[in-house]
């Protein structure tokens, strides 16, 4: 089973400030496998990169995603206020096909 | 626009069965795949199953043996059973679009309903 790491657990920064989060694999999958998704508390996930590095519609081009093999990384360039969230990677293949990381909460330092 | 909407008990005794409902308006359930996903603060985030129209399916090994994941495509919704719940199913259970083009992602989600498992 390939297991998804994030780091780190909690990231505070100020509004304007550049998140970079990591999302590492215990093993290397298909890059266009890895997407990633913003949660606030008491709503569903919403998809914000998919294919590593494609970003879902509406979403705004603050965000961005990179990597491969086993490295990933979301950027978010300039936070906003509605930015804080958790954050959370999530990988397709191998068994189970779907399997999330445990997150990184982007809070306000 | 597309929405999903969980619906059934909030509260299921031990051993016995977890039976919900996702009801999908915007978009026929026949044209995409479509998953159950659930939260629980121990557990994170957990994929449970997906489904395609009537028959395509594939489960987490780790529930494989317990759920029970369909399409009722007259009704336009998807129904989610888990059987022999535990304290352990306790979780929000959402349902949500499945992509499985290129970049395979979970792009519409429900609101989520909460499943709490006691006696």
Known sequence: EIVLTQSPGTLSLSPGERATLSCRASQSFGSRSLAWYQQKPGQPPRLLIYAASRRATGIPDRFSGSGSGTDFTLTISRLEPED?????????????????????????? | QVQLQESGPGLVRPSETLSLTCTVSGESVTSYYWSWI?????????WIAYMYRSGTTNYNPSLKSRVTVSV??????????????????????????????????????GQGTLVTVSS
């Open chain 2, 72 to 109: 009722e495509t007259s009704r336009n919704q998807l129904s989610l059973r888990l059987s022999s719940v535990t304290a352990a199913d306790t979780a929000v259970y959402y349902c949500a679009r499945t992509l499985m083009g290129d970049g395979k992602s979970f792009d519409i989600w």
């Open chain 1, 84 to 109: 804080f969230a958790v954050y959370y990677c999530q990988k397709y293949g191998d068994s189970p096909l779907f399997t999330f990381g445990p997150g990184t909460k982007v809070d306000i330092k």
């Open chain 2, 38 to 46: 659930r939260q629980s603060p121990g557990k994170g985030l957990e």
